[in-house]
Nanobody
Framework: VQLQASGGGVVQAGGSLKLSCEAS??????????VAWFRQAPGKERDFVAR????????SYADSVKGRFTISRDKAKRTVYLQMNSLKPEDTAVYYC?????????????????WGQGTQVTVSS
C-alpha cells in the first residue's frame, strides 16, 4: 500500500486547510482497515490526530482537535480527508497519514503498517 498525503500549506490562525491521503495498491477493498492522521512538531513525538474505519466510516479524534477537525473518506477515490478548521499556531506540524488493521491501539503510531510521506502545515499567529 502506498499513501500520498497532500494539501498542507501556510495559513493564518483561524483559517482552514483540507488534507488528502490517497491510497494506491494494497487491499483497501477489504474490511478491518483504519486510516489515521498523525502529526509531528519539531522536537516532539508523533501524535495521533484522528482516525476513520474504512468500512463503516466511524471516526474518532484527539481531544485537542475535537470540534475543529473532521476526518472523512471517499471509497471510490480511495482517499481520506482531514478538514481542519479554526486552526491554531499549535496545530503547526508535519501531518502524516497511516493505515493499519483494526483491533490495535489506534492512537499509537507503531500500530500502523503503512505511512505517507507527510505534508507540512504551518499556522501563523
Amino acid at each position: 500500500v502506498q499513501l500520498q498525503a497532500s494539501g498542507g500549506g501556510v495559513v493564518q490562525a483561524g483559517g482552514s486547510l483540507k488534507l488528502s491521503c490517497e491510497a494506491s495498491g494494497g487491499t483497501f477493498t477489504f474490511s478491518n482497515i483504519i486510516v489515521a492522521w498523525f502529526r509531528q512538531a519539531p522536537g516532539k513525538e508523533r501524535d495521533f490526530v484522528a482516525r476513520i474505519t474504512w468500512d463503516w466510516g466511524s471516526a474518532s479524534y484527539a481531544d485537542s482537535v475535537k470540534g475543529r477537525f473532521t476526518i472523512s473518506r471517499d471509497k471510490a477515490k480511495r482517499t481520506v480527508y482531514l478538514q481542519m478548521n479554526s486552526l491554531k499556531p499549535e496545530d503547526t506540524a508535519v501531518y502524516y497519514c497511516a493505515s493499519g488493521g483494526l483491533g490495535r491501539m489506534e492512537t499509537a503510531a507503531p500500530s500502523y503498517d503503512y505511512w505517507g510521506q507527510g505534508t507540512q502545515v504551518t499556522v501563523s499567529s
